[in-house]
């Protein structure tokens, strides 16, 4: 029981700890935050609802009440930590669908009642507890919610373009061994110690995420940029492509920031859309943009390129303030490096930038 108490105590400080980092975070928005004070709030409740349970093991009445809220809470609680974990790191600011929920809601209320009729556990006169026939409930809404979690986390890796599975695997493995482990030997105590590490992981994981892209676009930053640019060096031969927003100024001066916040998204969703495929996207300074593909055919970036001018010009036809978007794009190879490659691609923009101007003072 010591040891029991001496670990809970130590798990609880790393969640609370946990709980102080996430408010500090300047990555986080304020939405962020919040999810993230309710993530760590479910698990330390069920921290000290193990605890207790274990603690209060006298036949007496009292000692039975406390074991019978402490199964309540732990029970209750402990299947819906993966989705509080989910809100909190999601960059969208939406919600998880009914469907989704519902298995941890029903085991909610399966675990409300077992004090009344022992559905998911059950604590004798005596103050012995039992596992209840529909305990399974509970077994299979842990078990969802972690599949969810992989689901997120690999959308997630998608978003934000991230291209290392391997700490996502060890994420859900390390989770379902924790649980597993558990579940066989109720005695071990392992589960909260298992998702204490595993919060702090997916919290590290996110920030290293947040770090490498843009606020305000979404894209990869200048310092993802700069990395992949080094990781470029050893590819045998791929392509730059770099995007420019034309009088830029001009347009924050005429409609405000806030304006011009609106016009880096556009274009930052354009590339997206017509990149997605071909390579990663960069926000590499105020309103240039850059695309690094390994792809060693000119025809798709030639294709990618005809598909963002079609975007750009429907955005256009919606909104004639948007500005126009000059781009150019040249490959690296043996012969030619990636600096050079980035600066030929450079040349290109503004002799496609010079050419569109002329065509405009023309018509």
Same mark, same amino acid.
């Not at 274990?54 to 406390?66: D, E």
């Not at 590499?284 to 005809?306: P, Y």
């Not at 978007?325 to 490959?331: D, F, I, P, Q, W």
């Given at each position: 029981?010591?040891?029991?108490?001496?670990?809970?105590?130590?798990?609880?400080?790393?969640?609370?700890?946990?709980?102080?980092?996430?408010?500090?975070?300047?990555?986080?928005?304020?939405?962020?935050?919040?999810?993230?004070?309710?993530?760590?709030? $479910?698990?330390?409740?069920?921290?000290?609802?193990?605890?207790?349970?274990?603690?209060?093991?006298?036949?007496?009445?009292?000692?039975?009440?406390?074991?019978?809220?402490?199964? $309540?809470?732990?029970?209750?609680?402990? @299947?819906?930590?993966?989705?509080?974990?989910?809100?909190?790191?999601?960059?969208?600011?939406?919600?998880?669908?009914?469907?989704?929920?519902?298995?941890?809601?029903?085991?909610?209320?399966?675990?409300?009642?077992?004090?009344?009729?022992?559905?998911?556990?059950? $604590?004798?006169?005596?103050?012995?507890?039992?596992?209840?026939?529909?305990?399974?409930?509970?077994? +299979?809404?842990?078990?969802? *919610?972690?599949?969810?979690?992989?689901?997120?986390?690999?959308?997630?890796?998608?978003?934000?373009?991230?291209?290392?599975?391997?700490?996502?695997?060890?994420?859900?493995?390390?989770?379902?061994?924790?649980?597993?482990? %558990?579940?066989?030997? @109720?005695?071990?105590?392992?589960?909260?110690?298992?998702?204490?590490?595993?919060?702090?992981?997916?919290?590290?994981?996110?920030?290293?995420?947040?770090?490498?892209?843009?606020?305000?676009?979404?894209?990869?930053?200048?310092?993802?940029?700069?990395?992949?640019?080094?990781?470029? %060096?050893?590819? *045998?031969? *791929?392509?730059?492509?770099?995007?420019?927003?034309?009088?830029?100024?001009?347009?924050?001066?005429?409609?405000?920031?806030?304006?011009?916040?609106?016009?880096? %998204?556009?274009?930052?969703?354009?590339?997206?859309?017509? +990149?997605?495929?071909?390579?990663?996207?960069?926000?590499?300074?105020?309103?240039?943009?850059?695309?690094?593909?390994?792809?060693?055919?000119?025809? $798709?970036?030639?294709?990618?390129?005809?598909?963002?001018?079609?975007?750009?010009?429907?955005?256009?036809?919606?909104?004639?303030?948007?500005?126009?978007?000059?781009?150019?794009?040249?490959?690296?190879?043996?012969?030619?490096?990636?600096?050079?490659?980035?600066?030929?691609?450079?040349?290109?923009?503004?002799?496609?930038?010079?050419?569109?101007?002329?065509?405009?003072? %023309?018509?």
């Amino acid at each position: 029981m010591e040891e029991l108490i001496v670990r809970s105590v130590i798990n609880l400080s790393v969640i609370c700890l946990l709980g102080y980092m996430s408010q500090h975070n300047d990555l986080f928005d304020e939405r962020m935050r919040r999810e993230c004070l309710y993530a760590v709030g $479910v698990v330390a409740l069920s921290i000290i609802a193990e605890t207790l349970s274990v603690v209060f093991v006298a036949p007496n009445s009292v000692h039975r009440l406390i074991n019978m809220m402490s199964c $309540v809470v732990g029970f209750g609680l402990s @299947p819906l930590i993966a989705l509080f974990m989910i809100n909190a790191f999601r960059r969208e600011h939406t919600k998880l669908r009914w469907p989704v929920l519902l298995p941890g809601l029903v085991n909610l209320l399966l675990a409300i009642l077992s004090p009344f009729y022992g559905l998911i556990f059950y $604590v004798s006169r005596p103050n012995v507890y039992g596992r209840g026939p529909l305990f399974f409930v509970y077994v +299979f809404a842990y078990l969802f *919610g972690i599949a969810v979690f992989l689901v997120e986390l690999l959308r997630t890796r998608e978003v934000y373009r991230s291209g290392n599975k391997i700490i996502l695997v060890g994420l859900v493995l390390l989770t379902l061994f924790g649980t597993t482990v %558990q579940v066989i030997m @109720p005695s071990v105590f392992l589960s909260w110690s298992t998702i204490t590490i595993v919060m702090v992981l997916t919290y590290t994981y996110y920030v290293d995420l947040l770090e490498k892209h843009d606020a305000v676009t979404g894209l990869l930053n200048r310092r993802a940029y700069e990395k992949r640019l080094l990781d470029l %060096q050893s590819e *045998g031969r *791929g392509w730059v492509i770099i995007f420019d927003i034309d009088d830029f100024k001009a347009v924050n001066d005429t409609y405000g920031h806030r304006y011009g916040d609106f016009v880096l %998204q556009s274009v930052a969703r354009i590339i997206r859309e017509s +990149f997605n495929d071909v390579g990663f996207g960069y926000r590499i300074g105020g309103d240039e943009f850059c695309v690094l593909s390994t792809s060693g055919d000119e025809q $798709v970036i030639r294709d990618a390129n005809g598909r963002f001018i079609e975007g750009l010009c429907r955005a256009r036809n919606d909104d004639d303030r948007i500005p126009w978007v000059s781009l150019g794009h040249a490959s690296y190879n043996a012969s030619l490096g990636l600096d050079e490659a980035v600066e030929a691609a450079d040349r290109e923009l503004f002799v496609f930038k010079r050419a569109h101007k002329e065509h405009e003072v %023309q018509t």
